[in-house]
């Protein structure tokens, strides 16, 4: 338990960190933006391939995106039926499906690092995945069906396709089923950035948090659908798909992660319920701080 508590503490560090420079008036919500694009454009693709090249692909870690999907699904038919048996309004039910249906995997990365090291980590983008072509086609979607904007259709599944995440992916494993290292000169090159990835996502994250809670009620249930129905959903999966050891324990850990950023985007981009949003985004990553460690010590007992 100690050594966990120990992996674990840098993040709650770098975490604080990104609050502290934002109180002090030193960084602003923008540039918690740079930070999450340089990490987008940058540092996550290098991590992924530096990380995913190098795994064994079996038949489990084949899967792994198919469960997320299915975690996400039972998330967002959990939410419309809340939405519907309240009889809530169609931006307010929009908003919970989006919010229940896109993961935060970008939180998770700094802790399936350090607990589970790079095989750990490469299994949670792998289960990114499939969190990824969701949020393109039925979550996208759904946002536009229950919100009141315009949209052109297929544009977010272009986006992603253009996505340095999905083409390093996509190299990484190329690399790893041909049992292709990377060359060693270019290795010492994109290690170090790739490193950068956990503490500058954590800052980001805690430029980004905020206290202010709007429709606290729902925002509760709407956080409770993603990380306590979602985590009970992904332990049934792994279970049923006969997953072991680390792959199990980020599969369970992966379905309990907040509320995605992209949330936010589709609810201002469908124009739902952006505080409604906003507030179930914040209280998720203040409840992730907490939760997803106690989940950690629980898997490795």
């Known amino acids: 338990m100690l050594t966990t508590v120990i992996q674990l503490f840098p993040i709650f560090v770098y975490f604080a ?4 420079i934002r109180k002090a008036g030193i960084a602003e919500r923008i540039h918690g933006e740079f930070l999450l694009r340089f990490v987008f454009f940058v540092t996550l693709p290098l991590l992924i391939l530096t990380s995913v090249s190098a795994i064994t692909f079996t038949a489990d870690k084949a899967i792994l995106p198919f469960l997320n999907i299915g975690v996400n699904l039972s998330c967002l038919g959990a939410a419309l039926l809340l939405g519907r048996l309240r009889k809530l309004d169609k931006a307010t039910i929009g908003t919970m499906i989006v919010s229940t249906s896109i993961v935060n995997n970008s939180f998770m990365f700094p802790f399936t690092l350090a607990v589970y090291g790079q095989s750990g980590f490469a299994d949670s983008v792998l289960w990114d995945f499939g969190n990824a072509l969701m ?10 069906h229950y919100g009141g904007a315009q949209h052109q259709r297929w544009t977010m599944l272009m ?9 390093c992916l996509v190299l990484s494993v190329i690399l790893s089923l041909t049992h292709t290292p990377i060359p060693p000169g270019i290795g010492k090159i994109i290690t170090p950035l790739a490193q950068m990835t956990a503490p500058l996502i ?13 429709r606290i009620g729902l925002a509760l249930q709407t956080v409770g659908i993603r990380m306590v129905f979602g985590l009970l959903c992904g332990l049934l999966l792994a279970t049923a798909a006969g997953l072991e050891g680390t792959t199990f324990k980020v599969v369970v850990l992966c ?5 995605g950023f992209n949330a936010l985007t589709y609810c201002s981009m469908a124009k739902l319920d952006t505080e409604l949003g906003a507030s179930a985004v914040s209280l998720s990553i203040i409840a992730g701080l907490v939760y997803i460690p106690i989940l950690i010590l629980l898997l490795g007992a």
Do not use: E, N, Q
Request: no cysteine.
């Open 17 to 20: 960190l990104g609050i502290a």
């Open 159 to 167: 986006r992603i396709l253009k996505s340095p995440l999905v083409w």
């Open 255 to 259: 379905s309990a992660a907040p509320i």
């Open 135 to 144: 949020m393109s086609t039925v979550v996208y979607a759904a946002a536009f």
């Open 202 to 214: 954590l800052i980001a994250l805690g430029i980004f948090t905020t206290f202010k809670i709007h």
